[in-house]
């Protein structure tokens, strides 16, 4: 397509009256992925389950569904089965497409130019772009020291001082991607209970079914200011489904469903939510799997000298000084594909999704091909 001068400077006056903070936004990106259909790879870069879906929820998409029709709108099977796992009430459930979407309805329904968010650095780089995208401040808050038992973690009271009277959002990342630090229930509360009542605390809680034990989704639902969000991206093995849910207030959701897109999450995805939420199985299974995994790359980690962040994820980052970018290439060449962190700020660092013992013991033997060469 050739255009014309007068063309080219149409152009340049649509481009320019986007938003000046969606000007200045750089687009998410997402975890290395095959440069071809055909390359057989280690993808260990986007802490997905690497035993896949429930056979629960495979068997649920194999049956009949009506696509000519839309979506049930406020997923009220998924909404039943979910009330009675986190036993709240059923209006206290909202959907979305994945959790990140949730995390998009607060900045949308909640932040503007003139507000501001806080939350800490080396979080979710989620945070930062929907944050921007709503034309409102980010309050980034010191995370731990390196030194620390939750290492480059979040520090509550950082993050409580970078609150101020134009805060309405507070997000925590709980485990946090990438360094696998968490907060104690305790450190949460005390916390919440600093705030103004009208900052809302976002938990995001996309990792949860791995800690040991599982945290209770509703154990916060006294506090009207704070939202929990869930996805059934990680343990659940429905990443490509794109559904994820949050719990809080009723009044707080009925607020967020103003700004929620219609139909936003399909038929096919509420489908084998339902079915996945009742395979208790298939969860224990996976988080053994990924428990036994952690455990050989932690060993591998301190045979090399790598130096690990927190644990309590279904990843591990580690320090690899200023060889992370060329290890990322090497292992690239041997079909293994981590994740990088510069758009975190830990450039000499790389995190490890944990995949099948095959693909555990791949990454390790290159690893140590590494170290030796």
């Known amino acids: 397509m050739t255009a014309t001068d007068s063309d080219a400077a149409a152009l340049r006056r649509i481009v320019a009256a986007a938003r000046p903070c969606v000007q200045g936004l750089a687009p998410y990106v997402p975890g290395a992925r095959p440069s071809t259909v055909d390359e057989q790879v280690c993808r260990l870069a986007s802490n997905e389950n690497p035993l896949g879906p429930s056979p629960k929820a495979l068997a649920a998409l194999a049956e009949p569904a009506n696509l000519s029709r839309y979506p049930d709108n406020d997923g009220h099977a998924l909404r039943e089965v979910l009330s009675a796992r986190h036993d709240c009430p059923a209006d206290c459930l909202l959907f979305g497409n994945g959790s990140s979407d949730l995390l998009d309805l607060v900045a949308c329904a909640y932040l503007e130019a003139g507000r501001s968010a806080a939350f800490a650095r080396h979080a979710f780089v989620v945070y930062p772009l929907v944050v921007q995208a709503a034309g409102a401040e980010a309050?980034?808050?010191?995370?731990?020291?390196?030194?620390?038992?939750?290492?480059?973690g979040h520090d509550p009271e950082t993050l409580r001082e970078r609150v101020s009277e134009t805060t309405a959002v507070v997000f925590i990342a709980n485990p946090n991607n990438p360094t696998g630090t968490v907060l104690t229930d305790d450190e949460i509360r005390t916390l919440i209970e600093a705030l103004p009542p009208q900052v809302l605390v976002v938990l995001d809680e996309a990792y949860a079914e791995y800690r040991d034990p599982i945290p209770a989704a509703g154990r916060f639902l006294e506090y009207p200011q704070v939202i929990v969000t869930r996805t059934f991206s990680k343990i659940f093995g429905l990443a490509g489904l794109r559904i994820g849910y949050a719990l809080a207030h009723p009044e707080v959701?009925?607020?967020?469903?103003?700004?929620?897109?219609?139909f936003n999450v399909n038929t096919l995805a509420q489908q084998a939510a339902v079915a996945a939420v009742g395979d208790e199985e298939h969860v224990a299974h996976?988080?053994?799997?990924?428990?036994?995994?952690?455990?050989?790359?932690?060993?591998?980690?301190?045979?090399?000298?790598?130096?690990?962040?927190g644990t309590h994820a279904n990843f591990l980052t580690l320090d690899f000084g200023d060889q992370a970018q060329a290890v990322v290439a090497y292992l690239r060449e041997r079909g293994i594909l981590v994740r990088a962190l510069p758009e975190y700020e830990l450039p000499d660092w790389l995190?490890?999704?944990?995949?099948?013992?095959?693909?555990?013991?791949?990454l390790i033997d290159a690893l140590h091909a590494w170290r030796q060469s």
């Open 351 to 362: 995190r490890f999704t944990i995949g099948t013992p095959d693909e555990t013991r791949i």
């Open 253 to 262: 959701v009925a607020m967020l469903n103003r700004v929620r897109q219609p």
């Open 286 to 309: 996976s988080r053994a799997a990924n428990a036994e995994g952690m455990q050989r790359l932690l060993e591998a980690a301190h045979g090399l000298q790598l130096r690990p962040l």
């Open 139 to 152: 309050r980034i808050s010191a995370p731990h020291p390196a030194e620390h038992e939750q290492p480059l």
